[in-house]
Structures are given as structure tokens and as C-alpha cells.
């Protein structure tokens, strides 16, 4: 059996960019896109924030980047990965949907993260003509528009604040009578004079036939609806890392945990001990983060808690969650891939 020099797991931005820059630098990865392949990015239809593109369809932009790994040398298999395994040789070892198994030195993790959704058949109907995830990127295409947002924690308010930027007025949907937020964002929004909360209620229906045009509650009173042009869905993601769970370190959410991540999360610590605002529930996340940093070689930024495995992309970051981050991370995985091969 050959033994590749890199696998990608993960076929949208994250894992085609970190795939075209192995390539160019002569490593031959071997990516796995999944099936359906391509990420997120396939349910979103105009880009217009990705960088040195104008505006461009989701699935065409992930088409192009497709294209350009292939081109430089990027083997691509369109099917998901069913399990992975790391040998005491260090050896990394993927097996297909089909049954095949392919072995490599190291291993890029870019599998993403899935937007939460309420399960409505109207809202997958209408996903991409009014119904959105994301108000950072799609939040321009309401200028002037009335718009929703579902949910109650701190996500959702960032988001509903985003929509002012552009939209006339923002209902903020919430199915109990507070939201879970922190208190500065509950005071920024409540607050706002283009947001207008609507306690206790449960989205029924995404009313539109080829766009939204209005959303069905129910109410504490009643059945309500109300007329909005867009609707964003913000109760959450969850990243697509259960392949996972026994091979490296993820956080609570079951994001994957890299170098940068943990830095970052035992700096937030180190500032909250120096203010001595450590608490009971603090001091028992210090001490399972220490015997989680004692797993980590920070020789490289992207690296997991498992030498020569690597994490980049939307299943790592949990705060920006763009296409052009998720790029971003993929290139910087891929180069400590190539200096982790150099040195392995």
C-alpha cells in the first residue's frame, strides 16, 4: 500500500486551500471532499466577501478552487471518511466510505461545521432566497429590508446587531421570556432602536414561495405573523469532528484544539487569575486545560494534540466562521505540514 504524504479531510475552503499549496510545494495530497462534497459553501448562493472574487455562486467558487488543487497535483476522492486511525508509528490511516483504507504521514483536519437549523420544511425550501446562517455574509443583500433573527445566546445578538448595519429593523425571535446572552450584548441590544424582541416564540412556518415574505409564530396569544424579506437562523453550530473524539483534544463543543486555540484559551485564564476573578467553576477549567497543554508540541500553530495532525477551518474556529478565515487556516496547516514532514 502506498503511504501518502498528506491527507486532507475536508472539501471546502479550508481543505482545497491547504490542498493547493501541498501541491504546489510537490507533496501530492490525497483529499477527501465528502459526499456531497464542498462544504457550506454549497448551500450559499452569491459570495461577495471572498477575497479577488467580485461576487460568485458558492458551489462555483468551490468548483474553481477544486480546480486549481487538481491542476497543481491534488488527488481528490469524493467520498467521506468513515474512520481514522493513528499508529504508534505515527503512520496516519483513513478508510473511505467504500471500504478502502489510505495510509499517510500526516494528516489535515477540515472537516468543517454545520449550521444548526430549526428542521422546518419551509426553511430548507427557502435556504438560500432569504433564509441564511450568516449574517456577516449575507447581511449586505438586506439593505433597507426588514429581517428576523432566531435565537437567544450571544451569537444571535452579535448577528441581530450586524443586520442593522444594513436592514430598517430587526425582530429578534426567542422562544423564552430572557435571552441566555451575556449582559453587555443583552443591553446592546434591548437597547437598539432598530431591534424589536419577540418573547416566547416559536418559529411555525418560513412563508414564501420563491423568497421570503413573511414568518408564522406562535405566541403565547396566539398564531402571529410577521412580514420580513430575511431570516436568519443563529442557535448554533456543531463541527463535524465525532471521527475524532479518541484521537486528539477537543474542546467542549467538540472543536478541535490546536496550539493557537489552547494558547489562547490558557492566555484568557492567565489574564483572569491576574485580575483574581477565578472561581470555583474557573479553577476546574484551569486544571483540566494544564493537563490538556501537556499533549501540545507548539512548534507549529495548527497542530492538535497529535504529532503530524493538524486542524484548520470552520471545525477549529467557532468566533469567525468565513470562507476566507477557513482559506486562511488551511494554508497555514498545510505549511506546518510541509515543515512537519521536513522534520519527520
Not at 57 to 73: C, S, Y
Amino acid at each position: 500500500m502506498d503511504t501518502q504524504n498528506v491527507i486532507i479531510i475536508g472539501g471546502g475552503a479550508a481543505g482545497l486551500s491547504g490542498a493547493l499549496y501541498l501541491a504546489r510545494a510537490g507533496l501530492k495530497p490525497l483529499l477527501f471532499a465528502g459526499s456531497p462534497p464542498g462544504g457550506q459553501l454549497m448551500l450559499t448562493t452569491d459570495v461577495e466577501n471572498f477575497p479577488g472574487q467580485d461576487a460568485i455562486l458558492g458551489p462555483n467558487l468551490i468548483e474553481t478552487m477544486r480546480k486549481q488543487a487538481i491542476k497543481f497535483g491534488t488527488t481528490i476522492i469524493d467520498e467521506n471518511v468513515k474512520s481514522v486511525k493513528i499508529g504508534s508509528d505515527q503512520l496516519k490511516s483513513a478508510e473511505s466510505a467504500s471500504g478502502k483504507t489510505y495510509v499517510s504521514k500526516a494528516l489535515i483536519i477540515a472537516t468543517g461545521a454545520k449550521a444548526l437549523w430549526m428542521g422546518l420544511p419551509s426553511e430548507t425550501r427557502l435556504r438560500g432566497k432569504g433564509v441564511s446562517a450568516c449574517a456577516t455574509c449575507d447581511g449586505f443583500f438586506f439593505k433597507n429590508k426588514v429581517v428576523a433573527i432566531i435565537g437567544g445566546g450571544d451569537s444571535a445578538l452579535e448577528e441581530a446587531l450586524t443586520l442593522t448595519k444594513f436592514a430598517s429593523k430587526v425582530y429578534v425571535i426567542h422562544r423564552r421570556a430572557e435571552f441566555k446572552a451575556s449582559k453587555i450584548m443583552q443591553k446592546r441590544v434591548l437597547g437598539h432602536e432598530k431591534i424589536e424582541v419577540i418573547w416566547n416564540a416559536q418559529v411555525l412556518e418560513v412563508v414564501g414561495q420563491l423568497k421570503v415574505e413573511s414568518l408564522k409564530l406562535k405566541v403565547p396569544e396566539g398564531e402571529k405573523t410577521i412580514e420580513v424579506s430575511g431570516v436568519f437562523v443563529a442557535i448554533g453550530h456543531r463541527p463535524d469532528t465525532d471521527l475524532f473524539k479518541e484521537l486528539i483534544e477537543l474542546d467542549e463543543k467538540g472543536y478541535v484544539m490546536t496550539v493557537n486555540t489552547i494558547a489562547l484559551e490558557n492566555l484568557k485564564f492567565e489574564i483572569l487569575n491576574l485580575k483574581s476573578n477565578i472561581d470555583e467553576e474557573n479553577a476546574l477549567k484551569i486544571k483540566n486545560l494544564k493537563l490538556k497543554i501537556q499533549k501540545f508540541d507548539t512548534t507549529y500553530g495548527t497542530q492538535t494534540s497529535a504529532s503530524g495532525v493538524f486542524g484548520a477551518g470552520d471545525c477549529v474556529d467557532h468566533v469567525y466562521k468565513q470562507a476566507s478565515t477557513a482559506a486562511g487556516m488551511g494554508v497555514q496547516a498545510a505549511l506546518d505540514a510541509e515543515r512537519w514532514l521536513e522534520n519527520n
